[in-house]
């Protein structure tokens, strides 16, 4: 028997769902962070809106979806083709979002569903290639090194964050110019955002989140007059072997499977195919 339940509490949600998201960690690091950062701001007093979702048929985990409102809503894997039953509860109960992202086969499967039912018709805005790594091949020395973001950065991180946002991001999730300053205050304070910095200038920058166990590199910006130096590349290539270092099991990141310039250095760096990922955003019908 088919049943949806839903849970505001990610530490009630991931006892039901942890074995079956924690076997595919990599494709389901998103979903894992936001329920783990939301479970760090509950022990910290704060609140953290999430809605998590999951469909089960007879107790057995099917899918599931997490939101951050009002973020985008990530899926997890499928464990069957079927999961009509998730999309139309969802529907029924008036969930808004501006996009949907998950494993392309199952985004794919919400997003016929959903335009039958909700009148809205998702555009698929990005293929993404999930990869995974776990050792790094450092790419061939650059000038500069990789330095942490200090509160003296804010500003350059802020503006950096902004233009990220303008050309990698749909309309729907590029950030205002306020929310780039506390989402720049909130990695810099979190020792998150890195750049590559020629005499101590910063030339390009990446940032790390993720889970205990993975650590995710995102946000990797280089500036118009700064590209073509392979700033980028030891950005990345040096913060994933410092996350390693430390201990982290292994490093993934999402690229835009268009890009084959960024996909080619992924790859360079050590990075290998682990998965496919698709972000659908919603338009009126």
Excluded at 164 to 174: G, T
Excluded at 201 to 215: E, L, M, R
Aim: charged letters at 25%; hydrophobic letters at 40%; proline letters at 5%.
């Amino acid at each position: 028997m088919l049943q949806v339940a839903f849970q505001s509490n990610p530490r009630d949600f991931l006892d039901r769902c942890r074995a079956f998201l924690e076997k595919d960690e990599i494709e389901h690091n998103l979903i894992l962070t936001l329920c783990q950062n939301a479970e760090r701001k509950h022990a910290r007093g704060e609140d953290a809106d999430i809605r998590c979702v999951i469909l089960t048929d007879s107790g057995e985990f099917v899918v599931a979806a997490v939101q951050t409102p009002p973020h985008n809503l990530a899926l997890s894997k499928s464990a069957r083709p079927d999961i009509d039953q998730l999309v139309e509860t969802l529907v029924k109960n008036k969930f808004t979002f501006p996009g949907i992202v998950g494993p392309s086969d199952v985004t794919s499967a919400f997003a016929e569903k959903w335009t039958e039912l909700a009148g809205q018709q998702p555009i698929e805005y990005m293929d993404q290639i999930i990869y995974s790594l776990k050792s790094v091949l450092l790419p061939p020395p650059v000038e500069g090194a990789l330095r942490f973001a200090g509160p003296d950065d804010v500003k350059i991180v802020t503006e950096w964050i902004s233009a990220f946002s303008k050309s990698s991001l749909p309309k729907a999730e590029q950030i205002s110019a306020k929310d780039a300053k506390l989402q720049a205050e909130e990695l810099v304070s979190g020792g998150r955002m890195a750049f590559w910095a020629v005499n101590g200038k910063p030339v390009a920058q990446a940032s790390v989140s993720g889970t205990d166990t993975i650590a995710r590199i995102n946000r990797v910006y280089t500036p118009p007059e700064n590209r073509g130096h392979g700033y980028a590349s030891a950005a990345v290539a040096h913060l994933s072997k410092l996350q390693l270092d430390q201990g982290k099991e292994m490093c993934c990141l999402y690229a835009d499977a268009r890009n084959t310039k960024a996909n080619s250095i992924y790859r360079k760096i050590g990075y290998e195919f682990a998965g496919r990922s698709s972000l659908y955003v919603l338009e009126k019908a």
